[in-house]
């Protein structure tokens, strides 16, 4: 017989929480969520089981009232000089999901790294909205952030480099050339670059 409970603690990178239902905790695992991301407060239907650790969910389904759903995934890949990439999650069997480099924190999409989205219907497809990385794919967006406020390279791409991703991009010495124009500033400016064969950058 199919309870209902609601979610009174959810970890989406960690994979596990707690449903409370009949005053009772009940333990979630993300397999029984097939690609759906919950939250504190959600509305599940479940099928409780006592197991040898105690009670767990299972035949978990997410009630209609709960709003807007979310859903957890993984970047399965993302080219940087195109802006988009995939990301695979269960509960899209068989195809991936869409995702713009706008969509993204800093537009930055690590390859294997675990996400939460939001999905709007596409012609072609399903198509994330609203990414939020999770895990070490966090933690490295907000180091590259941090890196970025602190000046480490500094914004334009000069000596140091800038950011490798977003819309500032340059290798060591690689002009001040924004990243959607990939002409040296150096050899626009003046006709010739100091760096010659090693400037990444277009002449």
């Known amino acids: 017989m199919a309870l209902v409970g609601t979610v009174k603690s959810y970890n989406p ?24 991301c ?7 239907q479940l099928t409780v089981v006592n197991g040898d650790k105690g009670a767990y969910a299972t035949d978990v389904t997410v009630s209609a009232s709960t709003g807007e759903v979310s ?30 480099r706008s969509e993204l924190p800093g537009g930055f999409g ?39 406020m602190g000046g480490y390279g500094g914004a334009w791409g000069g000596k140091g480099g800038g950011m490798p991703w977003g819309p500032y991009s340059g290798g060591k010495g690689g002009g001040k050339g924004k990243s959607d124009d990939n002409t040296c500033w150096d050899f626009k400016k003046t006709g010739a670059c100091p760096r010659g064969a090693e400037c990444k950058f277009q002449h």
Not at 15 to 36: A, S, T, Y
Not at 38 to 44: A, D, Y
Request: net charge positive.
């Open 110 to 148: 690590p390859e294997g790294g675990h996400c939460r989205f939001k999905v709007t219907t596409e012609e072609k497809g399903p198509s994330a909205k609203e990414v939020q990385l999770l895990g070490a794919a966090g933690n490295q967006m907000q180091r590259m952030k941090q890196m970025m």
């Open 38 to 44: 919950v939250e504190k407060g959600n509305q599940l």
């Open 13 to 36: 990178h960690k994979g596990w929480g707690f449903v409370e239902c009949n005053g009772q905790d009940i333990f979630l695992n993300r397999k029984e969520l097939k690609g759906i």
């Open 71 to 100: 859903y957890f995934g993984e970047i399965k890949s993302f080219n940087q000089m195109k802006g988009y990439g995939f990301i695979s999650c269960e509960a899209f069997p068989g195809q991936d999901v869409f995702v713009l």
